[in-house]
Nanobody
Framework: QVQLVESGGGLVQPGGSLRLSCTGSGDTSTINTVAWYRQSPGSQRDLVANISSEGTSYVDFVKGRFTISRDNAKNTVFLQMNDLKPGDTAVYYC?????????????WGQGTPVTVSS
């Protein structure tokens, strides 16, 4: 079993910063791709950033403001969010693709809410 636990969300004013964390526990011996998604009310869940074997990528609306990073020793992925805008308000989810035996399985955290408002 694998569990992903996110933290770091909250209420922040426009222009502020937050740092999200996501730590995996359980059978996490080989973590491949890690990513952050977000979902606003009434909207689909959208990719924000990921780290894969091909490198790091971001969607256009967060480039230059968000930074994804990982600490492999701690099975943790981070999302540093700067210059936050009201449009960044959403529930943020992390996901990890973990190799287990001959298969790769995707696991999701429970989500952490981020509200950007004055």
């Amino acid at each position: 079993q694998v569990q992903l636990v996110e933290s770091g969300g909250g209420l922040v004013q426009p222009g502020g910063s937050l740092r999200l964390s996501c730590t995996g526990s359980g059978d996490t011996s080989t973590i491949n791709t890690v990513a952050w998604y977000r979902q606003s009310p009434g909207s689909q869940r959208d990719l924000v950033a990921n780290i894969s074997s091909e490198g790091t990528s971001y969607v256009d609306f967060v480039k230059g403001r968000f930074t994804i990073s990982r600490d492999n020793a701690k099975n943790t992925v981070f999302l540093q969010m700067n210059d936050l805008k009201p449009g960044d308000t959403a529930v943020y989810y992390c996901t990890m693709r973990i190799v287990q035996g001959l298969r790769s399985n995707d696991y999701w955290g429970q989500g952490t809410p981020v509200t950007v408002s004055s």
